[in-house]
């Protein structure tokens, strides 16, 4: 897993190297583009991913590892369940500015944040939800129910042509 990182660590990981270089009149090395960073040579040892054996440049939120240079917004919008309006209500919660990095963020507001977000239901918890309510819908055979099972459009859509991404998205496995 690559990733582009504007932050440098104190040491450099092994794996790191620089794409383009160019020689100055002084003699130095300038870097004219990013480095590459290879994560999970600079993570190896993080199995658990505690925020303690983190590199400095990692935040831990919600219980995943992103990088300090990733925008809050763009970062809360990654878990499954929080879109464009909620991330904008939880940095509005929290006096976050829309462009804020994870790297400005101070330990006490990252441990508001999970503590906010455990409290919501997302990623997992929202999954099993929708799932539980499409087999309930299957059981009591409603009509909704049955177009589920059989993978058509539920919302009224017409079938006469292109339903091939509703076949591919309510696909669920029928009882034999």
Known sequence: ????????????PES???TRRSKIPGGEL???????????????NCSSATPATLPPWFVNIFGNNFD????????LQT???VGPTLSRQIMARFNLHKTMKL?????QQVLDLNAYLSTLKI???????MRENIARLREIGSYRGRRHAMGLPVR?????????????????????
């Open 68 to 75: 300090g240079a990733f925008l809050v917004k763009k970062t």
């Open 123 to 129: 990623e997992n918890d929202l999954r099993r939800t």
């Open 156 to 176: 009224g859509q017409n079938t006469k042509s292109q339903i091939q991404t509703s076949r591919r998205l309510n696909r669920v496995e029928r009882k034999a």
């Open 30 to 44: 300038h870097n004219l583009q990013p480095r590459r960073i290879d994560l999970r040579a600079a993570v190896s």
């Open 1 to 12: 897993m690559q990733a582009w990182g504007t932050l440098t660590p104190l040491k450099r």
């Open 16 to 18: 790191a190297h620089v």
């Open 79 to 81: 878990f499954y369940g």
């Open 103 to 107: 790297s400005e963020l101070q330990n």
